[in-house]
């Protein structure tokens, strides 16, 4: 029996083995890329296996881009190790008494990049009217940009963002909104020349103009990208040295985890980000440890992650797919929370990478996070088909098949809940699309029932609870919830300045959702890193954002 599993485990992978063996012979006769001239060159090296399709900071959607811009842009303030809000391009800022108006004091030795955009090709100094020109488009519909909404019903685009001198920046809220320096810090946020977006037009994604601590070298798409040194950078460590300590960047683009995992054994990669299912059983143990065998040849980092993954249910009632679907009804959707076993599915399927989701959407890391006073759903089989029973099915009458959109890499992820589902009465299909496919689906409330994940556009709970906030559009309220008293709570929450108020204000609004089900919390993320023995001062973060300023090699 065992031979056959094995067997079957073999042909599974063929595809992925065959393109790590043919990798192996074709390194036997490419050695012109030698580990010593590399770290020679003092560039970090990474790969990006799902590309990167814009280095516009109005585009960075998704972990892919975030990366590579959050290199190359600076925000007015960012977020440090321990998630506070601390300053970048503004020294300090004073806030009124009402909470409206916020007035940011300019550092004034932050130059944009050398760039033929500026005059004689300097890059210039960054002043208030970029940042006002930087908003402005952010918010603009000719943008199109999918971060728009941060700025919805919080900011008048023609009043609300003011330059009082070069050094002094103000930005004027419609009603006070306590998590707005959060937002801020988001790579959205990022402070463009207006000079190198009007050159450049469309194609300022490929040609990205900032004052982040890398500047832009090259890019051949689907090959790799290059990012230098910016020398001008303003920051410096403890010591007066001027950040970064790297000369460069260099990203390649290989679309196969088994190939970028060889070129990280051939110490081609410093690191690597998230272990492919295929061989992660190779390097960690259940327990999601290094293996003995891998231990002082690589590093494994390890940190919580402001990422929850979930399932969505469409709940508009005036959808067609909803009125049509058994998932209309509460007791269906929370009989779908009690009926798989997270656990399980966490030890075996995911290497303990992360943590069962048994409280609220409101992952582990935020401070209003607590088990104790908001309670989840635990695998409880017979509570499932009590629920069923009570939406009125039963093994005689079950419920209609139910359809279940993922993408290929969580595809047996989903086979996994779709069988212990089918265990308490259900019949779930899975249906593996593309990822553009299921955005796309998922933005125009086309999906039912799809995997989702949701990952902090900035460190405050708020953010997860703008995804069930009926006046958020799709994105980002991708089941179209909505519920007066949770709506209620949300604008008080973003109102009230006590941290200790809001956050119970918080615990209030994730048992709502809950209680109602509008999602199935699976697990709450975890960052993991494989990184070489010789990289320094790398290290994870919250938000799982590459974060480069500080590192060098030994």
Not at 137 to 148: C, F, H, I, Q, Y
Not at 343 to 357: D, H
Request: with cysteine.
């Amino acid at each position: 029996m065992k031979l056959v599993k094995n067997t079957i485990q073999l042909f599974r992978h063929w595809p992925s083995l065959l393109h790590a063996a043919f990798f192996l012979f074709y390194c036997s006769f490419n050695i012109s890329c030698s580990n010593s001239k590399r770290k020679e060159q003092n560039f970090f090296h990474y790969n990006e296996t799902t590309g990167i399709s814009s280095l516009d900071p109005a585009f960075a959607k998704n972990q892919s881009n975030i990366w590579a811009v959050h290199q190359l842009f600076s925000t007015l303030v960012e977020t440090d190790e321990q998630l506070h809000i601390v300053p970048s391009l503004s020294k300090s800022w004073d806030i009124s008494t009402d909470r409206l108006h916020i007035t940011f004091h300019l550092r004034t030795d932050v130059f944009f990049h050398d760039n033929s955009c500026f005059a004689n090709g300097k890059g210039r100094k960054v002043v208030a009217n970029d940042v006002v020109y930087s908003f402005q488009r952010l918010m603009d519909k000719n943008t199109a940009s999918p971060g728009a909404w941060i700025f919805n019903n919080r900011v008048d685009a023609a009043t609300g963002f003011i330059a009082l001198n070069d050094s002094t920046f103000q930005l004027n809220l419609l009603k006070p909104f306590v998590q707005i320096l959060g937002v801020l810090s988001n790579v959205y946020c990022s402070i463009v020349p207006k000079e190198a977006v009007e050159k450049y037009k469309t194609d300022f994604r490929r040609n990205p103009v900032g004052s982040g601590p890398f500047r832009f070298k090259a890019w051949e798409e689907g090959q790799a990208l290059i990012l230098t040194k910016h020398e001008n950078y303003f920051e410096r460590d403890e010591k007066g040295k001027r950040l970064p300590y790297l000369d460069g960047i260099k990203v390649s683009f290989l679309d196969s985890k088994a190939t970028e995992f060889l070129e990280f054994r051939q110490k081609r990669l410093d690191f690597v980000n998230d272990i492919e299912a295929s061989f992660k059983d190779e390097i960690l143990t259940r327990n999601g440890e290094l293996r003995k065998e891998w231990e002082g040849k690589i590093v494994l980092n390890k940190h919580p992650y402001l990422n929850i993954e979930y399932l969505g249910i469409l709940v508009d009632g005036s959808n067609p797919l909803v009125k049509n679907s058994p998932l209309r009804l509460k007791a269906i959707r929370q009989a779908i929370n009690y009926g798989f076993d997270k656990r399980k599915l966490m030890l075996y399927l995911r290497n303990s990478i992360g943590t069962p989701a048994e409280s609220g959407f409101v992952p582990m890391g935020l401070p209003s996070f607590d088990t104790n006073i908001v309670k989840g759903y635990n695998y409880d089989p017979q509570k499932a088909k009590a629920l069923l029973k009570e939406a009125g099915f039963d093994e005689q009458h079950p419920p209609p098949a139910i359809k279940l959109l993922t993408i290929p890499i969580y595809a047996d992820l989903a086979g996994y809940i779709a069988r212990e589902l089918q265990d308490i009465g259900f019949v779930v299909q899975v249906e593996a699309i593309q990822k553009s496919l299921l955005l796309t689906q998922t933005a125009k409330n086309q999906a039912l029932f799809f995997r989702a994940s949701w990952i902090a556009d900035y460190p405050d709970a708020e953010n997860y609870f703008s995804v069930f906030y009926s006046k958020n559009p799709s994105p980002p309220n991708y089941t179209r919830y909505n519920n007066p008293a949770f709506d209620a709570l949300y604008e008080q929450s973003t109102k009230e300045p006590n941290d200790s108020i809001r956050y119970k204000l918080y615990q209030q609004m994730d048992q709502i959702i809950i209680n109602d089900a509008p999602v199935v919390p699976v697990w709450y993320d975890m960052v993991i890193h494989l990184v070489q023995p010789q990289v320094q001062n790398f290290k994870p973060n919250a938000l799982n954002w590459l974060e480069l300023r500080r590192v060098r090699f030994k």
